[in-house]
């Protein structure tokens, strides 16, 4: 197999130093590597694959080579620099939010429209990581009984936050006061995601709904969310009513989800059996469980999904985006 040339933009927070995890386990081919994070981390070394590399400063010309950018350095970055690493050669996968919703940039959960890159720009956008471990079980149902319409209410985890956010939560258990959160967030749930709109609902939440219809190719789909910040370190939680054109049948709901690829179905909650975050944490399946027939509308199921959403929602998605590429590139 061809070996390739890499460079991790943000290498030096929660979720770079998950690409480069992630990155070995997955054995991708890599023949180069090349880190890049803020000035402040300049001159830090990271390990990979055994071997040392110091932390780089993003310039111009620094992607001429690179054959997969890989990002995760927030959206000011990716808006400047994700644009200089394609315009120099580099397929970009974008970790923020600032290309997900551009036309000409894919939007990609690899096991559902990894063709859609194929005729778009060279940045290809990694989805928010309550959509990603959604449209999984989504996509699973709606190829069996047609999804109509679906209401999302997330449970996230503290890392959604990064570093800040796993700080003020170890803060706050350690009984000082909280600094990052509007509440301590060790004592409570946050009904507040990003910043609030007029309509009432915050960005987090409307990221939910618009992802979900362009990855699943369903503009018209009818989407709302609630998304709220639980006093959880790692995999956040999703219960999804999702209502179906056609009669809906709980054993091949569950025959559904479990044949499809990277979900996990825990489902026998007379005995415990479900999803939890401990569970999810440190791997990148997305389990499915406490699926049962919607009591307040026809043709209806509710199910809850957890995944790391450090892992699964954000860094394995985009190695796994790149290493499918790979392997069509070397079919």
Same mark, same amino acid.
């Given at each position: 197999m061809?070996s390739?040339?890499?460079a991790?933009v ?10 480069l ?17 803020s ?9 990979y694959?055994?071997k040392e ?9 620094c ?12 959206a000011s970055?990716?808006?400047i ?8 050669g ?5 970790n ?19 063709d859609?890159?194929?005729d778009k720009?060279r940045?290809i956008?990694?989805p ?7 449209v999984?079980?989504l ?10 319409k679906?209401?999302f209410?997330?449970y ?7 570093k ?5 939560? *170890? #803060? ?5 006061k ?5 509440? @301590?967030?060790? /004592?409570?749930? &946050?009904?507040?995601?990003d910043?609030?709109y007029?309509?009432?609902y ?6 939910m ?8 190719h ?5 989407i ?12 956040h939680?999703?219960v ?12 091949? *709901? #569950? ?11 825990? @489902?026998?909650p /007379?005995?415990? &059996?479900y ?29 809850y999904?957890v ?5 699964k929602?954000?860094a ?16």
């Amino acid at each position: 197999m061809k070996s390739y040339n890499f460079a991790v933009v943000g290498a030096t927070g929660l979720v770079g130093r998950t690409f480069l995890k992630v990155m070995e386990e997955y054995h991708l081919p890599v023949k180069s590597l090349r880190l890049f994070a803020s000035a402040k981390s300049l001159g830090v070394k990271l390990t990979y694959a055994g071997k040392e590399y110091e932390v780089e400063e993003l310039k111009e010309g620094c992607f001429v080579g690179t054959d997969f950018a890989l990002f995760s350095a927030g959206a000011s970055v990716s808006k400047i620099w994700a644009k200089v690493a394609s315009d120099e050669g580099a397929l970009v996968v974008d970790n923020s939010s600032q290309w997900r919703m551009e036309e000409d940039c894919a939007l990609i959960v690899p096991e559902i429209n990894i063709d859609d890159y194929k005729d778009k720009s060279r940045i290809i956008a990694n989805p928010n990581c309550s959509t990603i471990q959604s449209v999984l079980p989504l996509k699973a149902l709606d190829e069996a009984f047609g999804l109509k319409k679906v209401t999302f209410t997330t449970y996230q985890a503290v890392s959604g936050s990064g570093k800040k956010g796993l700080d003020d939560l *170890a #803060r706050c258990e350690r009984g000082e006061k909280n600094q990052f959160y509007p509440y @301590d967030i060790s /004592k409570t749930c &946050i009904p507040e995601i990003d910043i609030f709109y007029d309509d009432g609902y915050s960005k987090e939440e409307m990221k939910m709904v618009n992802e979900t219809r362009k990855i699943l190719h369903r503009p018209d789909l009818k989407i709302s969310a609630t998304c709220i910040r639980v006093p959880v370190p790692v995999a956040h939680g999703v219960v999804m009513q999702a209502e179906f054109k056609k009669p809906v049948d709980v054993i091949k *709901a #569950r025959i559904a989800l479990a044949n499809y690829e990277d979900i996990k179905v825990l @489902d026998d909650p /007379k005995n415990h &059996i479900y999803p939890v975050s401990t569970i999810a944490a440190g791997n990148d399946y997305v389990y499915v469980g406490r699926i049962r027939k919607d009591l307040a509308v026809d043709n209806g199921l509710l199910l809850y999904s957890v995944a790391d959403n450090v892992r699964k929602g954000a860094a394995s998605n985009a190695v796994q985006i790149v290493k499918k590429i790979i392997a069509e590139w070397e079919h």
